[in-house]
């Protein structure tokens, strides 16, 4: 059975400092659930690019989990995708920063 979520998060920042926070994989442990104790690792150092390998260690129901992260689609600033390997399951994320216009409730 496949599994499929949609998260939005509103960000009070610059569009490209908020591509560059999230497309830097060894920052997710960051930004992710503190149960997870989410680690990675890059392989090369450098900027994130396409092709990027992250080796990552974590927690996945209160086991350890370790997976190499991929980035196999990335287009600064708007669009991020990477593939986990070696994940207990399948992940697929697609990363999206967009400006929005602010709406004034006035």
């Known amino acids: 059975m496949a ?59 209160g086991k350890l989990n370790n997976s190499t992260v991929t980035i196999t689609a990335l287009d600064a600033p708007r669009r991020l995708a990477f593939r986990r390997r070696g994940f207990k399951f399948r992940v697929s994320p697609r990363v999206r920063v967009q400006r929005r216009q602010r709406r004034d409730s006035r």
């Open 3 to 61: 599994y499929s979520a949609d998260y939005a998060v509103d960000v009070n920042a610059p569009q490209a400092k908020v591509f560059d926070y999230v497309a830097d994989v060894s920052r997710h442990g960051e930004w992710g659930s503190a149960d997870d104790h989410m680690k990675a690792t890059a392989d090369k150092p450098g900027p994130p690019a396409m092709g990027s390998r992250y080796k990552a260690e974590g927690m996945l129901n």
